[in-house]
C-alpha cells in the first residue's frame, strides 16, 4: 500500500537518457475502503469513498476531502470523471443504473453544487457508462454486440456511435474528454491499451491512435487514462515475476511531453497494483488496490 515516507523519483526523457531526479514525498491523502476511480481538471479532484455496500462520492479542490452532496452509489465506486459544461462551469459526470447524471459544483473550491440527470439518449436504449462532459458535447460508453462501443453527442440529444473507435470486442472504461479529443483504457483478449480518439466531421472516422499497450501475460497492466493541460496522462503498473531481474514500478506516462514523469510510490512488502492516477494544475494523486490515496508529486 502507499505510505508516508520519503521515496526518489526521476524522469526519463523520451530519446535523451535520465535527467536530473527530483525528490517526492508519497502523502496519504484517505483510505477508501477498496480500489476507487480518480479524476481531476482545473485543481479539483474527485473519487469515491466505500461506507459498508454503497459508496460516496468526495472532491479535494483546496485542503481537505470534502463529500460531494449526492446520494450514494451501490455496487461500486462511482464512473466519475471531471469536466467542464457549455458555459465553463465544472461538473463531475457519471451513471446511476446505466443512466448518466452531472452535479455542477457552485464554486471552483468546495463541494457544494446541483446534481441533474443527463438529458442525453443511448443507443436503442443500452446502458450507458463512464459519461464524459466536454462542454456542449457527450461521450459515454454503451455496449453493443458483446462488444463496448463509444457514443458521442450533443447534450440534450441521442448519443450516436463513434466512427473509427476500438475496433475488437473488448471493454472501455476511464473515458476522459478534453478540447475535442477523447482518450480511454481499453481492454480485450490481447491486454489493454490506452487509446487516444480525434472525432472528425460527421460521416467522417475519427482519427485513431494507440497511445501505449500491455500484452496480457505480460506483466504490465495499463490504466485510469485522463488529460491535464492537453496532455494525456495514464497509469502503468509493472509486477516483477518470481525468479527475475528487477523489482516491480508503477509509473505516471504523460503523453506530449519531452519527458515521462516515472514515479514509485509504492514502496512496501505487499508491493498494491497501482489502479488510478489524476493529475491537475501540477499535483499528482495516486490510488491503489488497497484503497490508498496518496500525493506522490515530484517535488524537486
Known sequence: MLRPLAIGAGLLAAAAGPLAAPSAAAVVIDQTGAPTVLSARDGRFVWSQQRGSRWRLVTLAGGAVLPVAVAPRAGGPFDVDLG???????????TRRGRPFEFRFAARTGAAGVERRLDVRGLHGAGLRWPVRDGGRIAAVARFRDSD???????????????????????????????????LRWRDGRGTAVVLLTPGPPGVHAARRVLARAAAGSGRV?????????????????????????RPCDCVHAFGLAARAWLAPFESDTYAEITGV????????????LGTVADVTPRG
Not at 84 to 94: E, I, L, S
Not at 156 to 180: E, M, N, Q, V
Not at 278 to 286: N, Q
Open 149 to 183: 462501443i463509444v457514443v458521442t453527442g450533443m447534450a440534450g440529444g441521442r448519443l450516436l456511435p463513434l466512427a473509427g473507435g476500438p475496433r475488437s470486442r473488448g471493454r472501455a472504461t476511464h473515458l476522459d474528454a478534453a478540447g475535442g479529443r477523447i482518450v
Open 278 to 289: 489524476a493529475r491537475t494544475a501540477g499535483r499528482v494523486l495516486a490510488a491503489d488496490a
Open 222 to 246: 495499463l490504466s485510469s487514462p485522463g488529460f491535464d493541460a492537453g496532455q494525456a496522462v495514464w497509469a502503468e503498473h509493472r509486477e516483477t515475476r518470481p525468479g527475475s531481474a528487477g
Open 84 to 94: 467542464a459544461d457549455a458555459r465553463g462551469r465544472p461538473v463531475a459526470t457519471y
